[in-house]
């Protein structure tokens, strides 16, 4: 997901979550909602979902299927990366893709290239606003952004670097499998780093608000 500043799991219980589920639980499904919009503009989307294309042209199965598929697989290399999910982590697998379909099953490609445009624009924005909301939650990252945060920790290159190595791996082995790269791949690396960072800012939970 979105380069920003990742947020280890907090300590949590029934009645200190308040503000915090509601707000995991709307980033989450506007990140897979979001998603689905960037597919149906049909100018590019970003490198998972490039891979999840591909994956569907050779094995089949629905999108959000690859996307559940992929966070759970991604989950597993955290155990040798001693990373700690949390109550986001599960959530993001279990979430992500179900709203990605949903929204597939009800959003149809615009006919128009203003009207593609547009719907890749308002995809980007809201898939940063989706990502400020679920991490700012403070309640777990999502398995691709642990994954990176994994392997900075172990290998103490930074998290830059990690970033981009992953994401340019799984953008190589999409684009290989058949998966749709083009503008739209270009404005999502330029432009969701700084909306999450814009987002996060805004949705992040007060420190009061962690403790009750």
Not at 39 to 47: C, E, M, S, T, Y
Not at 123 to 129: E, Q, T, Y
Not at 186 to 192: D, H
């Amino acid at each position: 997901m979105a380069a920003t500043t990742m947020t280890a799991p907090t300590p949590w219980s029934l009645d200190r979550l308040g503000r915090r589920l509601p707000q995991l639980l709307l980033g989450l499904w506007l990140y897979g909602a979001s998603s689905a919009l960037m597919v149906r503009a049909g100018l590019g989307v970003n490198p998972w979902t490039v891979f999840h294309q591909g994956m569907q042209r050779h094995l089949g199965l629905s999108m959000g299927a690859w996307t559940t598929i992929t966070g759970a697989a991604v989950l597993l290399l955290w155990i040798p990366l001693r990373q700690r999910p949390g109550l986001g982590t599960i959530g993001n697998v279990l979430i992500l893709g179900v709203a990605m379909d949903l929204t597939l099953g009800v959003v149809t490609a615009p006919g128009s290239w203003a009207g593609r445009i547009a719907l890749l624009l308002l995809g980007v924005v809201l898939n940063g606003l989706a990502t400020g909301l679920y991490i700012g939650a403070r309640l777990g990252p999502g398995p691709r952004d642990g994954l990176m945060t994994g392997l900075h920790l172990r290998t103490g290159r930074s998290l830059r670097l990690m970033r981009v190595g992953v994401e340019l791996t799984v953008l190589a082995v999409g684009i290989l499998l058949g998966g749709m790269v083009g503008v739209g791949t270009v404005v999502y690396a330029l432009a969701i780093g700084p909306l999450a960072q814009f987002f996060l800012r805004l949705c992040m939970v007060p420190e009061q608000a962690r403790k009750g």
